[in-house]
Structure formats: C-alpha cells, structure tokens
C-alpha cells in the first residue's frame, strides 16, 4: 500500500476497546469491535485499496490484536508523513509484521512486529431472516454536525421514520427537557430515503456518539433499520484515489419496559 | 409570547445567552410590551446580568400572543443548562440557522424553542419552566459621576498579563491615572503570589469622566465573561462607577436593538495589605518579617479586621430585590462568613507560630483504646474474677 495514512484514520475511528479482531479475507482486510454486545463496529479494507494483497483461501486468517499498538506503528513517522506500508502475517501465533518507509526519505524503514492472540468469536448480529424496514443515505458532515449539537448528557435517543413529512425526527430526552430534530426527505442532507411504514426505534445515545470518529472521515452515511430494531450503519470513506474504506456499526436498540 | 429571529441576529441571541451561562445557572426571561428581558444573576448574588433586546430586534413580535384578557407579558425562569442547549454552537450558528421562533406553550408550560436550519431540518427544543416570577436588581446608571467609554480591547489586552488563579480584580481610578491589579488577600503569604498593576492612561480611553478618586474590587470571572460579550459583537464598552461598595455598572449596546447591563458588586480592599504591595522592590526577607509581625499580634489585626468589615457591612452593595418576594439575603452573610474565615485562620497562623518556638512531644498512643482488651494483658484470666449478671447464657447442653 502507499500510504497507510487513511488505514490508520479509519482504525482510530472504532477505537473504542482496547482489541480488535483483525480478519483477511480474499474481499479484503476486516477489523471488528465489540461493545459489550450492544455495538459492533468495523472497518472493512477492500482488497483493491492495495497494490498486491495475498491471502491463503484454505485456513481463515484471523487473530486479535492491540489497536492502540497498531495504530503507534502505522503513525510511526507522524502524522504529516505518508509513508508507504507492507503487512506480513504468517500463521497462527505468530505476529503481524509492519514494513514502514517514509515517502520523503529514501533510506529510513521500520519493521514492526506486533504480537497476536487468538481470535475469539465475533457476534454475528445480522440476521438473515428479518427484514429491512427503512434504508436512509445522508451526507456525512452534516450528520455529524448534528449529533455534536446534541446534548451529551441525554441517554435516549429515539429515531422515528415514516413515509409521511416530516420524515425523519430525532427525539431525544434530557432531564427535563425534550429536544427534536426533523428532518424532510427533501432535505439537501438526505440523499435517498426508502420507508414503507412509520417506525419508531430508541437508542442510547452514547451508543449512538460512537460513530462520531467515524463520520468525521466519512463523506456519506447509509442507515438501515430492520425489523427486529438493528441499526446498521454504514459509512463510507472516500479516498483521493477514487478507492473506498468502509466501516460498519450494528447497534441493538433499546427495548420497551 | 411569540417571537421570530432572523438568523444573523440568532448569532447575537446565542453569543447573549453564552456570555449570561458564565454568570449564573438560571435564566429569567420576561417580556414586555416592546421589548424583551433576559437577566441572570450569579449563586453568590454578587453578579448581575440583563439584556434588553428590542422590538426591532425581532422579525414578528407578540408579547401575549396567547394569553388574550390579561395585558400581561411573560415572566418565567428556565436552567442555563437548557437554554445552552438550544444555542449549542454560536461561532457558525449565523451560517446554519435561517430563523429562530421561541414560543410560550401555555398547556404544557413549555418554552419552545424552534430552530430552523439549513436543508430544511428543524429542530425544536422543549424546555421545561421552573418558576413564573422576575428579578430585577436595583442598582443606579446615568446618575454616577464615574464613567469611562472605550473598546474592550484595553481591557481584554490588560488582562492577559494576569495569572490564571486570580480571581479579583482592583481598580484605581482618579482623574489623571487608571490602574488595573490583581487583588491580593492579605492572609496570603506574599512570597508565594505573583502581584501584577497595569497603568493605562487616561487618553487611551474614549472619553474619560472621574467624579470621585476611588478604588473598587470585583471579580475576574464575570468581567473576562463580558469582555468576551463585548468582544464577540466588536462594540465598546462604558464603565459607570461610584465609590467603594457601591455596584459597578458594565454597559454595552448598540443604539436600538439591544442593550446589556452588566452588573458587578464592589467590595473594598484591604488597605493595609494593598499599600505594601505597591512597594514590589522590597527584598523577600522584609516580606516574611512582615508576615511574621502581623501574625504575632493577632489581637491587634483582629481589631483591626472588625473595624474594617463593620464598614464593608455598611458599603457593600444591597444590589437584589426580587419582586415577588423579598429576599435581603444579601451580602452580609458572605461577609460574616468572610470575617469568621479570616479570624479563625489568623488564630491558627498563631498556634503556628507557637508550635515554632516550643517543639511538641511526640504524641502517645490514647489509653482509651487500649483499656478494651485491659484484661488480655493481665498476668492470669480468672473466670471466677466476672461477677454479676451474665450478659449472654450458656446455650443448652447437650
């Protein structure tokens, strides 16, 4: 790869634990995060963001590793520097291997070695069965700003959907006050908008501020809500290369007493 | 109450309520005939703040638009906390908000808040109301002879040279002088504090007018937070001022839309404490010996406090009255608390002192304590020895 610059931005947006599982695949590199079984976050690599990518399509290629760790190494020359990366992983316990060279310098290169665990399970929240209720595409920035504008100390959010103006509302409950954002289909923000019939969805909020990171490096969000309540969100990082990152979240919503 | 903001004046309303959070935590909103009321007043009840935004400042404006008999307008007090929350970004807000309507909902006693923004979202926010009464300060503008006009530039420039732990601010002023220093308590030890004065000349000023030669002290929190008000609007700033103990009135306004009255209350400084500090050439060990002096005659700086607070009783300011009830929970607890603070402290900069001169024996282990298990030390344990009842009888035998 030539620049690891956007891997690393796109790893720091789902650190919020401390591990991730790092999964290759032959469609691409796959880090996954888990939140207390509520939030799954990941970042998803295709393989044509590098030049030469090579994996073994007999054994799985999956191991846990430190995010912290992997993102010092990826940063390793700082921030302003891009530099050019090799990653080398051989078996099971072994560890992964970084080949670091700075763009700028011809005869400067790190080899990092981070050590690895074995993988534990990843929760499968997708279910196959359940049905797609609503599907929402919104212009990443102006999401964000939303949600920034929110007030912190709120617990629930509630989102409600229908096909009926206004299209998108976003409750949420204070101490003592109720705030509401409504949003139009016609808005500039929303780009598409697929809703059968109305539905309401809460949330906690915190849950909610986590893709914050994430949508500060994306440029388009897409929002799917199933029928079981799931809330799968979808955004998009666009490289000046007209290549694609991505990076998922699912978030179990909030179940009525 | 019914009212609609057009968005570059929405930036104003939400630099106002920024600048009002850093005075206290509730907001007083009251609505007249033709203009409307936000004041705010700090927990010490030493600040205060209103802000008068007139009808012009209004794209509609209705003072009663539900209430229909009763020629009354709004009166009603909201949490700071709240009110924030509806102005969360006011540096882009002019950029995003097209117009704000905030409306009184008389069935669910809400204020409501509505922002219209760009893409078409609209965002309302309900905020509860937690009571339905006004406060008003009393305090005296336009009568007094003190008054200084000038960009809040001087100010915000004078006070970037202060340390960030001051907390009060002195000011000089007579007729050919203005001087600006941080405020010393005088039961800090000198050696450890950082004395900053700045001079600046009456001809900086736009227009300079002093009545009376006085020095008044207040607080750096409040004026910094007004300073900002001032700064973020670019308009100048007039100082009015009377003597010591009497309030100093910060005005900002620009002609007919809005006007601000910051209101702070002035305390008077110690004197004696304030004189010596003018004199910063003094070597440090005169300082300490001074320390010592004042903290070895405690009797005769107590008398001294007495006299000097008994004045502050008389001239600090009687700055609130609430209307609907009479609070005159004034500044004279504050003060009682100050001066018991300051004679208990003193008293134990002289047991200090004392324990200087006599070194104390190491402390012994209390007897107390050890008299619970007395009879574990005892040579032999005689059962026989416990007479009297048994607290506790032997269980059955089996």
Known sequence: MDSGKTLCSLIKAIQFQECAVFCAMQEGLKLTVEEGKCVQASAYIPADNFNEYHVRDDVDVMFKISIAVLTECLNIFGSAEESSLKMYYRCEGSPLLLVLQPQSFSNVMTDCEISTQTAESVLELRDEDTEEVAKLVLKAPAFLSLLVDMEKTCDIIEINLSPEHPNVSIVTYGMQDRSCIDMPKSSDMVQSFNCEKSVTLKYQLQHIRLIMKALAVSSKVVLRCSSNGLLLLQLKLEKEDQRQMFSEFYIVPLLDD | ?398
């Open chain 2, 1 to 398: 109450m019914k009212c609609h903001i057009p968005g570059p004046n929405v930036k104003v309303l939400g630099r106002t309520i920024h600048a009002l959070a850093r005075f206290g935590d509730e907001l007083y909103l009251e609505s007249s005939p033709d203009a409307i009321l936000l004041r705010t007043l700090n927990a010490a009840e030493s600040a205060y703040a209103m802000i008068k935004f007139n009808k012009v400042f209004f794209s509609y404006f209705n003072y009663n638009f539900y209430s229909t008999d009763d020629k009354e307008g709004l009166k009603c007090k909201i949490s700071m906390k709240s009110a924030l929350n509806a102005f969360k970004s006011p540096t882009h807000m002019d950029k995003q908000v097209e117009n704000l309507e905030i409306k009184l909902d008389p069935e669910s006693c809400k204020l409501i808040f509505i922002v219209k923004c760009k893409h078409g979202i609209v965002k309302t926010h309900f905020v509860s109301i937690l009571d339905c009464k006004a406060m008003q300060a009393v305090y005296s503008k336009d009568l007094v002879h003190s008054r200084i006009t000038c960009s809040q530039k001087i100010f915000t420039e004078a006070l970037g040279n202060f340390q960030s732990s001051d907390d009060q601010v002195t000011i000089e002023a007579n007729s050919n002088s203005f001087i600006i220093r941080n405020y010393i308590d005088c039961n800090i030890d000198l050696t450890k504090v950082i004395r900053t004065q700045i001079n600046i000349k009456p001809t900086e000023f736009d227009s300079y007018v002093i009545g009376t030669e006085t020095i008044i002290t207040f607080t750096l929190k409040e004026f910094k937070a007004l300073l900002g008000f001032a700064e973020a609007l670019s308009l100048p700033l007039q100082l009015q001022f009377e003597i010591t103990g009497k309030p100093v009135v910060f005005i900002v306004h620009n002609g007919t839309t809005f006007e601000a009255h910051f209101v702070l209350a002035t305390s008077k400084p110690d004197t004696n404490t304030q004189a010596s500090s003018t004199q910063n050439s003094s070597a440090v060990k005169r300082k300490r010996k001074e320390v010592h002096i004042k903290s070895n005659s405690p009797i005769k700086k107590k008398l001294h406090l007495d006299v000097d607070l008994s004045k502050y009783l008389d001239e600090d300011s009687h700055l609130f009255n609430y209307i609907d009830i009479p609070i005159e929970k004034d500044l004279n607890n504050i003060d009682e608390l100050v001066h018991n603070k300051t004679t208990g402290s003193q008293s134990i900069l002289h047991d200090n002192m004392e324990c200087d001169n006599i070194i104390p024996a190491s402390p012994t282990s209390k007897i107390k304590i050890k008299a619970i298990f007395k009879r574990c030390f005892e040579s032999t344990f005689d059962p026989r020895s416990i007479q009297g009842l048994v607290l506790a009888e032997n269980s059955d035998s089996e």
